[in-house]
């Protein structure tokens, strides 16, 4: 598929979307020994056709992200139902962007959901450990004392790459534009390159049930320092 002409009359060819939704749609095998009706749904769940159409449109991106000029979102959300999207600030106070992320952990998503920047989306990585390792946020909580992880990971399905790292912190104030830092200083190699930044409003790993209760979450200025 052609992409935008420039000035001067030229233009970028792209895989068609539907190349990157079959693609997922190929890495399931429906006759692996004890594959189920319910393996198959999920498996057809999680294909994200926003995410084929920003493949084939060769979305590049990096840090910062402010959400001010983007029109086309570099994150996807995971699993069983949470959503981002970009909205208009509906909290000024404390951060004057106009523009800002919005996480829903809905109803029965996963207790682990969050959303995450792969760099499959794009021709070189995301995170370059040589421009900082620390990573800071703004974050707006329907409520204080919740957990929020922050992991650079840089290995495949297989579980081949350099490990993956986090670091968590919790937010101390509801209904308020906060700044939390994220330092991976003294876990990362910095001479080596991780390819995606997932990030996981509310996670809590010692209840690990579906949300039983719906939450949103205003997130800005993603920065690598």
Not at 21 to 29: C, D, P, R
Not at 37 to 61: T, Y
């Amino acid at each position: 598929a052609k992409g935008p002409t420039d000035s001067r009359g030229l233009y970028n060819l792209y895989p068609r979307a539907a190349y990157y939704a079959l693609k997922e749609v190929h890495q399931f095998n429906p006759y692996k020994e004890g594959v189920t009706q319910k393996d198959l749904n999920q498996h057809f769940k999680k294909i994200n056709s926003k995410d084929s159409v920003l493949r084939a449109q060769g979305v590049k991106a990096s840090f910062p992200f402010t959400f001010e000029e983007e029109t086309r979102l570099p994150f996807k959300a995971f699993d069983n139902g949470a959503t981002i999207e970009k909205v208009a600030n509906s909290n000024l106070t404390g951060n004057p962007s106009t523009s800002v992320l919005e996480f829903s952990k809905v109803l029965n998503s996963a207790w682990y959901s969050g959303f995450v920047f792969d760099d499959m989306l794009k021709s070189t990585p995301i995170i370059d450990l040589v421009n900082g390792t620390t990573f800071t946020l703004k974050i707006c909580a329907p409520k204080a004392g919740i957990n929020v992880r922050v992991k650079i990971e840089d290995m495949d399905a297989s579980g081949i790459g350099n490990p993956p790292f986090y670091v968590d912190q919790t937010i101390t104030t509801a209904n308020e534009w906060v700044t939390l830092t994220f330092d991976f200083g003294s876990q990362v190699d910095p001479s080596h390159t991780y390819k995606r930044i997932a990030i996981f409003p509310d996670f809590d790993d010692t209840n690990q049930v579906p949300v039983q209760r719906g939450a949103t979450y205003l997130i800005d200025d993603i920065t690598q320092h």
